[in-house]
């Protein structure tokens, strides 16, 4: 007779789940949602307490490989790669997330971006996407320009920003020369993207350009910092 004749309702795994929520429920029954059916004559319930007691533990069980799980009586390759998969969505979920870059100021985007476009002997244009804290959301390179001219239409940089969801925008860019002083179309493009930011409610909260410094001079230039946003 099926196991499951003997268990009542309200006991069995999945029922237990809803009354009472999945974290009362014990190893064995949680293996045993995982795997939804027995084979003839073995209840899923009995599946799940002989796997338990074969590895003795879910974590020694998720080492196993997929061959390995696929071998197993009761699995087979369909619920051996369920298992491997709810495995590893766990292991993941356990992975401490490194919070994203605030890029809030010139010179946290400035020290963020430098390894990145410091030494380019071409100018190099990239968006930043961030969100209501200013984190990043994403990059972009946008435009690779010559070494005197970055080439690049507001419609590039917001059609990103738009498809992200993003929340504000900033520019950054390079000057080969190492003087990051913009020049007067850096100060036009700079200031069109500003006006198409308002009008799309995707504002645009500083245009940044790196150079090198020297003792004259800063390593940046930014928009916002003098006072040009």
């Known amino acids: 007779m099926d196991k499951k004749n003997h268990v009542p309702k309200n006991e069995l795994p999945r029922e237990r789940l809803y009354m009472h929520g999945a974290e009362t429920l014990r ?63 766990g292991r993941r979920m356990t992975n401490v997330e490194t919070e994203a870059p605030l890029l809030k100021e010139g010179k946290e985007i400035y020290l963020f971006m430098r390894p990145h476009l410091q030494a380019l002997p071409y100018e190099s244009l990239w968006v930043l996407l961030l969100d209501p804290r200013f984190r990043l959301l994403e990059r972009q390179e946008i435009s690779r320009g010559s070494l005197t001219q970055s080439i690049a239409h507001p419609r590039e940089v917001f059609k990103w920003a738009i498809a992200k969801r993003s929340y504000a925008v900033a520019l950054v860019h390079n000057h080969p020369s190492g003087d990051p002083a913009p020049s007067q179309s850096d100060i036009r493009f700079t200031k069109r993207l500003s006006q198409a930011g308002d009008l799309l409610q995707l504002p645009l909260i500083d245009h940044v350009i790196i150079g090198a410094a020297t003792i004259s001079r800063a390593p940046y230039y930014s928009f916002f910092e003098a006072g040009m946003l």
């Open 27 to 89: 190893d064995v029954e949680l293996l045993a949602l995982f795997l939804r059916t027995g084979r003839v004559g073995r209840h899923v319930l009995e599946i799940a307490e002989d796997l338990l007691g074969e590895w003795g533990s879910l974590r020694r069980l998720a080492g196993c490989s997929l061959e390995e799980l696929s071998q197993i009586g009761g699995i087979g390759p369909a619920k051996a790669a369920e298992l491997k998969a709810a495995f590893e969505m």
